[in-house]
């Protein structure tokens, strides 16, 4: 008999975790989205409101957006116009020793590094495919790499692509 009530409780306690959410997706792990920008680079001003609206999109999806640049030379008074001629909503450093651009081996303004919170690297690349080339624009953008990835994430789902190559201004870290 006490089998068989310990079975019936059993069972019950699984039926209530299971209808109070126990079984439902967890909660995402905050993100962050390392943007290499240079204040310079015209690829990097193009894209300013494709970063803004994707900001808008995710920023309450437990994504976080930072804008890196990785110039020695980076002014904070420069970096702050970029800002505000371009309206910025994220927080934008300054990495004067490098130390971001070593980690993820950055090359290229704009190039994205999509990290989660426990440092493992999700996706690398091009925001999309609108640069082909230094100079050479697509009339119709056909990739979306990045939204696709914190789509994925959003939903918990898998990266289908998860490197790209990214175009744009060569990093330069030497003082």
């Known amino acids: 008999m006490k089998n068989i009530l310990f079975k019936t409780i059993f069972l019950l306690a699984l039926l209530i975790?299971?209808?109070s959410g126990f079984t439902q997706k967890s909660t995402p792990r905050e993100t962050t989205v390392y943007i290499f920008l240079s204040e310079t680079c015209p690829i990097c001003?193009?894209?300013?409101l494709t970063l803004k609206e994707l900001y808008k999109k995710y920023s309450d999806k437990n994504v976080k957006f930072v804008g890196v640049f990785p110039n020695y030379y980076a002014d904070s008074?420069?970096?702050?116009?970029?800002?505000n001629k371009y309206s910025i909503p994220f927080p934008l450093i300054i990495d004067k020793d490098a130390e971001l651009t070593k980690h993820f081996s950055a090359t290229i303004t704009p190039e994205v590094f999509v990290e989660n919170s426990e440092k493992q690297l999700l996706y690398s690349g091009r925001i999309d495919d609108s640069f082909f080339a230094i100079?050479?624009?697509?009339?119709v953008i056909t990739t979306?790499?990045?939204a696709d990835a914190l789509n994925a994430i959003a939903n918990n789902e898998p990266i289908k692509v998860n490197k790209t190559?990214?175009?744009g201004c060569i990093i330069s870290i030497s003082k």
């Open 17 to 19: 975790l299971g209808l």
């Open 45 to 48: 001003q193009s894209y300013t």
């Open 77 to 83: 008074d420069e970096i702050q116009k970029f800002k």
């Open 135 to 139: 100079g050479k624009r697509r009339k």
């Open 144 to 146: 979306n790499e990045l």
């Open 165 to 167: 190559q990214a175009v």
